[in-house]
């Protein structure tokens, strides 16, 4: 591990960040200079920015092999944190190309600010190695969530998702920050990495290590809807815009993961047995929980909610593996995700300004309305439920076959018995989301509204399946990317 200096090499690494800083800037003069009738070029303008970024980081910011720390150590350059900005970035282009004609939002210059601060800061929380660097990043992008989730200042369910998350986001955020100040109070550092020395001294008695562990996780399982910090996304999810809503389902659940896997790693593999007992508990019960509620639900997006509770329930089962194969697969499982839901609501956002309705009920009929979009759906929940040969299946298969491989090397049924569980819950998932097909393709229309689809979301919903498609029939370079990963959190 080296500590490189401040120099051309440190630049490029964080030359996303700096151009993300540009572009926030830029789509705010652009919103003060153009006329109204031209700021549906704004998300245009936004979604290109992120195009640009994402090609200049491949260009400029791929890390060189090693793990050196930055910046004084507040920031690790490797393989693992490129990975996640890069899925940032993508998922902030399609965000804004599903944004354009979202009622409140598609015409607003601030909102794609704040989107882009969204993932200038979930940028940095994957590549945070220092608490103080962790803790500023996960703070960046939950004000920039809160103010997205509560946009819609005149609809009362935007306003009530909005400061819901607020309220329930400061509180586990101030019991994670509880948590930081015990580990330095334990060791006077505040590194990741030296941290792990300090504590593998055996300075600081378990029983308080697995406090501080449970105190962390009130902040991480808040970003990654775990059970029972989960309480807060049904309402959100249902209130805020879709655009939105979306893009906290993906790309935050996305940030969360990537920290909950550094610092786990990075910082307690001294009590490994502990806390991956905790996880294999959490991930169960995660995973159940979901599916069951998720089988009641009327209202779309408090499907997706449950589904999202449900998803996070089978990533961490990698986690629970703590192995190169399982984190390799929760950054597969969740490269799979990302698009697969951004299809979903991006499909929703049509669907809600043809009928003004989120209602299961409304999209009977869909097939005939708008084949395509139809098709669309058919593809998103089909990955969603783990069907071959989309990603989803895949991400699925991944995780359990590295669980299955760690549990048997390590003689811990608990692990086994815990993908048990994953492929029951597995079978429970697919079939509510064949009863959303149900409807979409075997129902009669409830009305003749036709679904229009315009040229930029067909961009970004075709992106979304071509994604599906690529990470399901040709996996193996993906799971070797997201291997190589992995492996630079060990």
Known sequence: ???????????????????????????????????????????????????????????????????????????????????????????????????????????KGEYYAILVGAVLGMNFMAASADLIMLYLSIETTSIALYLLAGYLRDDDKSAESGLKYFL???????????????????????????????????????????????????????????????????????????????????????AGFAVLARVTLAVFPSIETYWVSLMVAIAAVTMTLGNTIALSQKNIKRLLAYSSIAQAGYALIGLAAASPAGIAATIYYLAAYIPTNLAAFGGIVLVYRATGSDEIADYAGMSRRAPGLALVFLVAFLSLGGMPPLGGFFGKFFVFAAAIQQGVALGNNWLIGL?????????????????????????PPRAETKVDVPRAYRVALWACVIGILLLGTWSTPWIGWATAAAGNLF
Do not use: C, Q
């Open 1 to 107: 591990m080296t500590f490189d200096p401040f120099n051309t090499s440190t630049l490029l690494a964080i030359l996303p960040e700096f151009l993300l800083v540009v572009l926030a800037g830029l789509v705010m003069l652009l919103d003060l200079l153009w006329p109204e009738s031209r700021k549906r070029a704004l998300g245009l303008t936004a979604a290109t920015g992120f195009g640009v970024i994402a090609m200049a980081a491949l260009a400029f910011s791929l890390p060189k092999g090693g793990n050196a720390l930055i910046l004084g150590g507040m920031i690790r350059d490797d393989f693992v944190s490129f990975f996640f900005r890069m899925l940032f970035l993508l998922s902030g282009l399609i965000v804004s190309l599903i944004s354009l004609d979202s009622p409140g939002v598609g015409r």
């Open 168 to 254: 329930f986001g400061a509180f586990t955020s101030a019991i994670m920050l509880y948590g930081f100040s015990l580990l330095y109070g334990f060791t006077g550092k505040t590194n990741l990495y030296e941290l792990a020395g300090a504590l593998a001294a055996g300075a600081v008695p378990i029983p308080a290590l697995l406090a501080v562990i449970l105190l962390l996780l009130a902040g991480f399982g808040f970003k990654v809807s775990a059970v029972p910090f989960h309480f807060w996304a049904p309402d959100v999810y249902e209130g805020a815009p879709s655009p939105v809503t979306g893009f906290i389902s993906t790309a935050s659940k996305a």
């Open 419 to 443: 993908v048990f569980v994953g492929v029951i819950n597995a079978i429970v998932g697919l079939y509510y989301y064949l009863t959303v097909l149900k409807v979409v393709y075997l129902y």
